[in-house]
């Protein structure tokens, strides 16, 4: 089992190192280092059938697992494309950031920067890899648990990016802050079950040898999007953009969890 699981991981690395390059080129070409996020959510949707195939595990897994992999990086892999080339040529405020603070070797810094990502992305990869080497032909009551957790934060997360994609096409919406639908409840719902999307592809894990070990997967999601590219930086430019509307969202709306709001000064 070592020797395999070792054997894909390092065929799974080839994989991204690759794609993730090929991404920095376009990226470099086009001016627009925001085609980055596309990659990385498609990168499941290559990593997962290239485990399927190679893999010894047992068929009826790896469709289950194959099938969770592929509809979440096709979703949001494609939600994410069809955002950034509706912007194009403006790049996300992250990489403007980060192409003012590395503009010295900026070409380098980048593809580091991408490289990181192919690591990050390979290594979220493990769950569903473990999954594919489990020989048991039954499907456990903890995997289809953790099917159907995930499949309520896939659920919740379109939702969200339906919501907000609707309030942001009315003209008539223009510096306003979304609080319809889900965004009534948290201020980013999007992360929140993307978060629950993550602790179901971990709880399937555990249906696996090892797969326990991949906790850090949900770990590093959530310590992401609370910490460092999520919340911090959305939350940032929203105040920079929206004042006091969004402050006050911010004061009566909870951050992360959908729970019941507080009083709105404003009313």
Known sequence: MISEFFSLFGLGSIVVVALFSL????????????????TWSYGLAFLAPLFALMA?????RKVLAVTMAMLWSLRLGTYLLLRVARHHPHEDVRYQVLRKDWSANLGRNFFWFF?????????LSVPILLACMNPSPNISWLEWLGAGVWGIGLLGEALSDAQMQRFKSDPGNRGSVCQVGLW???????????????WGFWIFACGSAWGWVTFYAPAMILYFLLRVTGIPL???CAVENKGDAYREYQRTTSAFVPWFRKQSRLS
């Open 56 to 60: 010894s595990g047992s068929g009826s």
């Open 234 to 236: 959305t939350e940032k």
């Open 115 to 123: 490289q990181a990502q192919a690591l990050l992305i390979l290594l």
């Open 23 to 38: 991404t920095w080129v376009l990226s470099m070409r086009l001016s627009n280092f925001s085609f980055v996020d596309v």
């Open 184 to 198: 009534r409840y948290s201020r980013h719902p999007n992360y929140f079950f993307e978060s629950v999307i993550w």
